[in-house]
């Protein structure tokens, strides 16, 4: 795929729903013997991966008018269930918990690609609580899971992680005895959230400043549920609007849940314009958000808010190629375990464009601003290295070539459409 310098971006757009919350209301509801609604599911090619999963749970899955209908099985399947996650980390980490929960053998796979990623993260606590999880390995999928008779745990996240706090949480839904995640720093709501929408018995509560959520035992009711709009996908076309003068870009309906909003904050602070309208209700707010460009300024960005807006941070990377000074990105080391070394591959392709930036052990360094030249850049088959380095053709005044491009459809499938329909 190749992009290449552009006018001002204008215009108003949507995006898909919100990805984080489609894998856990798809799951959630295959968890219920009642009928629940979902509308505006992600497009996101990961999000399949869930719904198939959904399926093989027991789940009856349908569309039908513009909504999705899951209605889980009373009985779930009793033989053994191999669950291929495709490349979805999300995916694979909450159906660990669920099936924790659940007796008899399950396994999950995925694509190479996830096959690399850490998994001992969540099948530490879940062994704590009771079920025999076996990894690859290095502490890798594929995962074997015997599921069985488990007991609440109070776990501290050595790591803060959505994604480790619902498996163990959701583990904590066919426990005896209450269940305690304790984490450093607060991560995205959207599992609590949902929950407390199905009827669980979940709470939270600070103490000598550690955020804790508690969850008892008991069965889900049905889920309704209208996804908002993706927040990352949003993240990337506020992006393109902070980097090109004289833009304005209205994303309507965008998830503004307050673990979400972090990016749009940090946008903020490095001197773009940014508007929300009214949000609505609901277990999940949406709002519009309106982003007008403004001149950059260098930011720091530190370990506290790092779980808030980690997807968003090689955004931040290329932002800072035109901001004012040295931005610095410090405590992101988990970047390096995601799809691919995000880290690595955000300084290897932002330097073949002319950017001056330096790579740290959990983090990186990028001093502007730098007008960024043309060439080809690898996206390492990462989805959000993908679009950083599409934006960068806005800039670069001349073709900018990125290998990879077709894994954005991991997350973002009408990148290339929605972001050629404001230029």
Avoid at 27 to 34: D, F, G, I, Q, T
Avoid at 397 to 421: C, K, M, N, Q, Y
Wanted: charged share 20%; net charge negative.
């Amino acid at each position: 795929m190749s992009t290449a310098g552009s006018r001002a971006l204008r215009g108003v757009c949507t995006v898909s729903g919100d990805k984080s919350i489609s894998h856990r209301a798809v799951l959630l509801a295959a968890l219920s013997p009642e009928l629940s609604r979902i509308r505006g599911l992600a497009t996101a090619l990961d999000c399949r991966a869930s719904l198939r999963a959904a399926a093989q749970l027991g789940a009856a899955v349908a569309e039908r008018d513009g909504e999705l209908l899951i209605r889980g099985a009373a009985e779930p399947p009793g033989a053994t269930v191999a669950i291929d996650c495709g490349r979805s980390g999300t995916t694979m980490r909450l159906l660990a918990g669920i099936l924790s929960a659940r007796l008899g053998p399950s396994v999950l796979r995925g694509d190479p690609q996830l096959l690399a990623r850490p998994m001992d993260r969540v099948a530490i606590p879940l062994r704590q609580m009771g079920a025999s999880v076996e990894t690859a390995p290095g502490g890798r999928a594929p995962l074997l899971i015997h599921g069985g008779r488990l007991a609440g745990i109070r776990y501290r996240l050595p790591v803060a992680s959505a994604q480790v706090k619902s498996a163990v949480l959701l583990a904590g839904l066919g426990a005896e005895g209450r269940t305690v995640v304790e984490e450093p720093v607060p991560t995205r709501d959207h599992t609590e959230r949902l929950l407390v929408a199905m009827g669980a018995g979940i709470e939270e509560w600070w103490q000598d400043g550690v955020h804790s959520i508690g969850i008892a035992p008991g069965g889900l009711g049905g889920l309704d549920l209208t996804v908002p709009g993706d927040a990352s996908s949003a993240a990337v076309l506020a992006t393109a609007a902070a980097l090109v003068p004289g833009s304005s870009v209205t994303v309507t309906s965008v998830s503004v849940n307050p673990t979400r909003t972090a990016f749009l904050s940090l946008l903020a602070q490095m001197g773009t314009a940014v508007e929300f309208g009214d949000p609505g209700g609901g277990a999940e707010p949406a709002a519009d958000v309106t982003v007008r460009y403004r001149p950059l300024r260098a930011v720091e960005v530190g370990a506290a808010v790092v779980p808030l807006l980690v997807d968003e941070l090689p955004l931040v990377g290329l932002l800072a190629t035109q901001a004012e000074g040295t931005t610095v990105v410090e405590g992101a080391e988990e970047l390096r375990f995601k799809e691919v070394d995000r880290i690595s591959g955000l300084v290897e392709g932002l330097r073949r464009l002319g950017a001056e930036v330096e790579e740290g052990r959990d983090g990186f360094a990028v001093t502007g601003p730098t007008r960024l030249r043309v060439g080809t850049v690898d996206s390492k088959g990462d989805h959000r290295l993908a679009m950083v380095f599409s934006l960068a053709g806005l800039l670069a005044g001349d073709e900018v070539a990125v290998a990879g491009t077709e894994f954005i459809g991991d997350s973002f499938p009408e990148f290339a459409s929605v972001l050629g329909a404001l230029t």
